[in-house]
């Protein structure tokens, strides 16, 4: 009987980078074929242009997420901020839900807050300002009314402009602001958060209005590397893939 529930974020697929597809298939077959439900907290790819985009590795991805999901492995996506255009076209053919961008789970009696994490870097105010532009219908609508072969041109240029920018950014802007996560785990009544988004794995003690709660950072995944957060049942532990 499948019990597992799995949690990963920021694969960041690209044709570029075929040592992650190729883990990330892997772990599909095997590993998150043994468990009950997989939790995808955004970036699954480096960009998204469009559902209508099936450049590779997309048509993989979405076929072997289809086959996990016929197995009985429910699966979940949060949209990250390198792929917050995936839609329910794509959730549709891979057989996946979408989820929020804050969503409360139980985990076996344990009420657990799940996001990417850009929405907490709140001392990022320009990406912030970008966040709140780039969400919008009028936006989203008009980028996705583009040709195909016009969105994949700007992807790459969103890529190296994104590279640039973070390199001016000084590492603490970049990471969550301690007290935007205290107001967001109390606003959702939760003690228990788990979030991707800045690359820097560790679990975060810390107190919400005296109770004690806890951080928890998935990891990146890279070309010699790779790990999913597991709840058994009774607590968490962290594996390598």
């Known amino acids: 009987m499948k019990k597992d529930i799995l949690f990963i974020s920021d694969l960041h697929l690209s044709l570029e980078k075929p040592e992650i597809t190729r883990r990330f298939l ?13 939790y995808i907290l955004g970036d699954l790819f480096d960009a998204w242009i469009g559902d209508d985009d099936n450049t590779p590795p997309n048509k993989t991805i979405k076929t072997a997420l289809k086959a996990l999901s016929d197995t009985g492995t429910a699966i979940f996506l949060l949209q990250g901020n390198r792929d917050f255009l995936l839609g329910q ?10 989820l929020d961008e804050y969503a409360v789970i139980d985990l076996d009696g344990q009420p657990t807050l799940l996001t990417h994490g850009d929405l907490l870097c709140t001392d990022d105010l320009p990406y912030q300002a970008f ?21 994949l041109l700007a992807a790459r240029w969103y890529r190296l402009r994104s590279f640039w920018h973070k390199r001016k950014k000084s590492p603490d802007i970049m ?3 301690q ?24 679990t975060h003690s810390l107190l919400v209005d005296a109770s004690p709660a806890r951080r928890m950072v998935l990891a990146d995944w890279k070309k010699d590397s790779g790990e999913c957060l597991c709840w058994n049942g009774r607590d968490f532990c962290r594996e390598t893939l």
């Open 26 to 38: 892997n772990f599909l077959q095997h590993r998150a074929a043994q468990a009950r439900s997989l």
């Open 89 to 98: 076209g794509f959730c549709a053919e891979a057989g996946i839900s979408l």
């Open 131 to 151: 966040r709140i532009k780039s969400r919008g219908h009028a936006w989203q609508n008009e980028v996705l009314s583009k040709p195909l072969w016009l969105r």
């Open 175 to 177: 990471d969550v602001n």
């Open 179 to 202: 007290q935007t996560v205290i107001e967001t785990l109390r606003r959702f009544n939760c003690l228990t958060l788990i979030h991707g988004h800045t690359h820097r794995p560790a």
